[in-house]
């Protein structure tokens, strides 16, 4: 069930999933717009957004099949296995690590958490270390590689770096407590 207030977890949730319909369905037309009738046929092939795709498949009305970035048979596992820092994963989900940890208890796929695992480890200290290095020119560039999740890591880390600075240029270091500023009265 999604968070209902996280506007993150909803747009993860409208990640669009192959399915194939199991049974025909009367009333649903919308979700296949090449028939102009108001139902889709068994066996019929469409993507879904991930919460109507969870709702049916639990009702057992269809069966989900892997989304290609996902897929064990993909160019996106190769691609990470040989170089997963440099993978463009926005354009094939921006919502990738989210969508596969929603998607795998479902479809239990054994494979998924792993390989999610792999690439979170692999691009997380790629990510921090580009946080900390690019300057405000190139790392627009850099952004358009990153999930949603990876570029809030980006976003903290610059933020840390920024507060290391300003604590490490400016101010005092050490304030004294105000309990040790007052004096003692004579006795």
């Not at 991930?50 to 993909?74: A, G, K, M």
């Not at 921006?94 to 969508?99: K, N, S």
């Not at 390989?115 to 850099?142: N, Q, S, W």
């Not at 770096?161 to 050490?174: C, H, L, N, S, Y």
Request: charged letters at 25%.
């Amino acid at each position: 069930m999604a968070n209902y207030y996280d506007i993150d977890d909803i747009l993860a949730e409208e990640e669009l999933v192959p399915s194939v319909f199991q049974h025909n369905a009367n009333g649903v037309g919308l979700f296949d717009s090449s028939d102009d009738t108001n139902k889709v046929e068994a066996g019929s092939r469409l993507e879904l957004p991930f919460w109507v795709v969870r709702e049916l498949y639990l009702r057992q009305l269809i069966s989900i099949r892997v989304p290609p970035c996902f897929d064990t048979e993909s160019k996106t596992r190769e691609e990470i296995a040989a170089d997963a820092a440099h993978v463009d994963l926005r354009s094939r989900c921006p919502y990738f690590y989210e969508l596969g940890c929603k998607l795998a208890p479902l479809i239990g796929d054994k494979t998924i958490g792993p390989f999610l695992l792999v690439a979170f480890r692999i691009r997380y200290r790629e990510v921090l270390i580009k946080a900390h290095t690019l300057t405000m020119t190139v790392a627009p560039k850099y952004l358009t590689l990153l999930t949603n999740e990876e570029a809030k890591l980006y976003e903290a880390g610059q933020c840390s770096i920024a507060a290391f600075k300003k604590w490490r240029i400016g101010g005092p270091r050490f304030q004294i407590a105000p309990v040790l500023g007052r004096k003692r009265k004579p006795t």
